[in-house]
């Protein structure tokens, strides 16, 4: 089957419009009707310098919002930025019953976590590069931290809510097992 694509007419070189025919449910298109289509029904192009700062927020870190509920209409994923200061961490936390994946984008981002899998808890610490990814599943608790003192940390972050859930914990702690499966998540 061919996938649809919508009908073009010629048009010059010298026609200011000529995109419009190969680009036509641009919502930044002249002429775009908003209100045509539902969210579910079209693309959406975020732009970079329009990413969303009202977003939950833990110490230390910036979050932006690009694919979200409120954004594009999404039910089941979110996606943005985190920006992590030189030198500073964040606050304890976990993303509640969200997966999230992290793909590093500048700066050496370090990601911390307890493992208890030889008996006693024991901090882990994951050191980064550009290009790397992090999957974090859900509950889990954790810290980002940023240990360079001159250069801020991006990553890009999805999650498989529509929303940013971010619940800051006072401490760090091993989800599941022994003693640690009655504290709270959340």
Partial sequence: ?????????????????????RDAF?????????????????LHHIRADALDGDTAQTGGMRRFAAISG???GSERIWMGQTHVAPDTASSNHHHGASETAIHVIKGHPEFVFLDDSSGTPEEIRIRTAPGDYIFVP??????????????????????????????????LYVLGGGADAERPQG
């Fill in 1 to 21: 089957m061919a996938p649809h694509t919508a009908p073009t007419s010629p048009a010059s070189p010298d026609d200011e419009s000529a995109g419009a025919h």
């Fill in 26 to 42: 641009h919502p930044d298109l002249p002429g775009h009707d908003s209100g045509s289509l539902p969210l579910s029904a079209r």
């Fill in 70 to 72: 409120g954004s594009v």
């Fill in 138 to 171: 859900p509950y889990v608790p954790h810290r980002e931290e940023n240990p360079s003192p001159d250069d801020e940390a991006v990553v890009v972050i999805a999650r498989s809510t529509q929303e940013a859930i971010v619940v800051n914990l006072p401490e």
